[in-house]
């Protein structure tokens, strides 16, 4: 199950002004800072008008020339043809691309606009100068990076999951009452930033689907078969950044961002039993597992992610 288009896309730095808890969740829309403004909308000068021209003048660079028209320097390069080191001139006319632009929609906030496009969501708040707690306001026009993926989630369906599970993988997960930590191995050592995290199996089951490519198809995470109503629970103690069921072929889904740049995805539940901006602990019961979205029997879709970018979770939870 291909998720977050490249899911909310990522990078991990902790921002400095949360930085003994990780990220804070982008605010909605229906909050304004009193002592910040709206970040300016794309500006609309005869330079830098999208699709006009810009004149280059003595002293500047074409990465200069971008941050001042809000656009991205390979974007700009690209709509001129140019290569690194982006050599310019005086008096030479550079075209300006058009922007990708998104109108904020009331209930929207960084987060969910990032998931929708597949964009960290941090991109999305420096390339419009919106800083913590990222805040924006509906009708805000944001521009998004212009290399990034322009479908959205909808085009990312997972592939259905029938009842008759794939041969290659037949491991059971310890019970929830584990506590022993994995075991380290020479040949896939977890990831060092990894031991601000320690994740717990969600669910007790027989994993399905493997993570990585099963009959040609990717999938972002593994399949755990469950029964209807079974406890799902938080992998890791984190802030829920998403629930909701608006992600076609997900059904009803929970994201959970963790310290360390991750975030864990819990999809195809039949309840959820949290709501966004909520701290849950480790262990906590978030869902109820279900056959929700593109399965036709009950399981859990899990997804590990540092960042944007998928791991096999079979290497940060725990083994027999």
Known sequence: MRAFSVLMI???AVLAACANTGPREPARVDYRSPSGSPSPTVTAGPSCAPGGTYTVRSGDTL?????????????????NGLNPPYPIRPGQELRMPQPRLH?????ENLYRIGLRYGIDYREIASINNIYPPFEI??????????????TTMASNTPPRQTTTPPRQTTTTPPRQTTTTPPPQTTTTPPPASTAAVRFQWPLEGEIITG???NDGRRNDGINIRANEGDSVRAAAAGTVVYAGNELQGYGE?????????????????????????EAVEAGQIIAEAGSTGSVDSPQLHFEIRRGVTPEDPMRHLPRN
Request: overall charge neutral; some cysteine.
């Open 10 to 12: 990522a990078a991990s």
């Open 63 to 79: 990465s200069q020339i971008a941050e001042r028209c809000r656009v991205e320097t390979r974007a700009l390069a690209q709509a």
């Open 103 to 107: 109108t904020v929609q009331r209930g």
């Open 137 to 150: 306001e509906v009708g805000q026009e944001l521009v998004l990076p212009n290399e990034a993926a322009s």
């Open 211 to 213: 993570f990585g490519d």
């Open 253 to 277: 889904l929970i994201l959970i961002r963790h310290e360390g740049g991750f975030v864990t995805a819990y999809a195809n539940n039949s309840r959820l039993r949290v709501r966004e901006g």
